[in-house]
């Protein structure tokens, strides 16, 4: 984290930035791993909270920078610098048409009209920054945005996910019954508390897509949200009791999930 911190101070470019956030994610994450042997018996170095506890952090934070950006008030002069930290990289490296594109909503909404602010604007909006090159990540972005939109205008598409939504509901509520059966069994040994999280977690997943398929033909729109609601209960809160059960054999789940 301290090598991170040296890397912002030290240079200013967007790549910097970058390099900096994955060496601090690092950092964070051994940080996260250290605190954890203090609050378990085992001091194998991959304890069993490992994996859970930090992605109970991330979950958390993933919470708090959401309710800042839904709080955070942004001023016109904020809106001003930030629209210059962008105008950097027309000077550093060549814009991209996303950086162009919010630079120039941050300048209006600035709501400032000076010579600086004018000449920044005019600076955005000229031709030659029409045909930005991009690199290699935005292209591949760019590319899978308009597959995933070509797909989703089809019929098709909306039966497919219909289909997937009832199969990851049976999924979870054939999960859910096996392991409660087993906890029921006098003959088997009770499963324990994350387990039983586990799967109440699974079963409010499982409820949402329900409700969801049945209000697909009448409410389409609120359908979706119910299926949205599901594969948040399942990232957010199943996700973590899997972590804490399989470990790194839940990462699959969660790749499917976010996919």
Do not use: C
């Not at 400032?112 to 690199?135: I, V, W």
């Not at 797909?151 to 289909?163: G, M």
């Not at 586990?198 to 049945?214: C, D, H, R």
């Amino acid at each position: 984290m301290l090598l991170a911190q040296v890397i912002l101070f030290s240079f200013i470019t967007k790549p910097a930035q970058k390099t900096a956030a994955i060496v601090g994610g690092v950092g964070f994450g051994i940080f996260i791993d250290e605190i954890g042997k203090f609050i378990t018996r085992d001091n194998n170095y991959f304890f069993q909270p490992t994996i859970a506890l930090i992605y109970v952090v991330f979950v958390l934070l993933f919470f708090a920078f959401r309710k800042l950006g839904e709080t955070r008030f942004v001023n016109e002069t904020e809106y001003l610098i930030n629209a210059l930290e962008i105008s950097k990289e027309a000077i550093l490296n060549d814009l991209d048409r996303n950086e162009k594109e919010k630079a120039l909503s941050f300048l209006k909404e600035s709501g400032q009209h000076d010579n600086l602010t004018r000449a920044f604007m005019e600076m955005f909006a000229q031709e030659k920054l029409a045909d930005m090159k991009s690199n290699l990540v935005t292209k591949a972005v760019r590319r899978l945005q308009n597959f995933y939109l070509g797909i989703a205008r089809n019929n098709w598409f909306i039966k497919e996910l219909t289909v997937f939504f009832i199969l990851q509901s049976l999924f979870l509520i054939t999960n859910a019954v096996l392991v409660g059966k087993s906890f029921l069994l006098p003959t088997l040994a009770s499963i324990s508390l994350p387990q039983k999280l586990e799967i109440l977690s699974s079963t409010i997943a499982a409820s949402f897509v329900i409700v969801g398929v049945l209000k697909l033909r009448r409410k389409r729109l609120v359908a979706y949200y119910d299926f949205k609601k599901s594969l948040l209960v399942s990232i957010l809160l199943t996700q973590v009791f899997a972590f804490y059960d399989l470990q790194l054999v839940a990462l699959s789940e969660l790749v499917f999930n976010i996919a």
